[in-house]
């Protein structure tokens, strides 16, 4: 059971990139998807989730009309797509599935190592 984030990079401020999480081992569209960031000095913060069966997408209101999470499920992965990004989305995003939704890290058991997101000019 192996989760990986990727897509992760250097980008200008008002930039986009599309973060992936992809899963081995199990299938990713029977569990409840989180993306989480955390920035250096502080605390694991969720910025999205989707849920399994319905893919209902909940996301924190600082992301909310930049941040689009979805499911490609032939692929056994989740995106992030990430807009108009500013300085303080510079963080380690990870991916985390879990057998419901939750904005609590601890409600996940899978982890992905992290991607590191830096928008900068």
């Known amino acids: 059971v192996q989760l990986q984030a990727s897509g992760g990079g250097l980008v200008q401020p008002g930039g986009s990139l599309r973060l992936s999480c992809s899963a081995s081992g199990f299938r990713l569209d029977y569990y409840a998807v989180g993306w989480f960031r955390q920035a250096p000095g502080k605390e694991r913060e969720g910025v999205s989730c989707?849920?399994?069966?319905?893919?209902?997408?909940y996301y924190r209101d600082s992301v909310k009309g930049r941040f689009t999470i979805s499911r490609d499920n032939a692929k056994n992965t989740v995106y992030l797509q990430i807009n108009s990004l500013k300085p303080d989305d510079t963080a380690v995003y990870y991916c985390?599935?879990?057998?419901?939704?939750?904005?609590?890290?601890?409600?996940?058991?899978?982890w992905g190592d992290g991607t590191l997101v830096t928008v900068s000019s």
């Open positions: 989707i849920d399994s069966g319905n893919g209902y997408t």
């Open positions: 985390a599935a879990g057998s419901g939704i939750s904005w609590a890290p601890e409600g996940y058991a899978y």
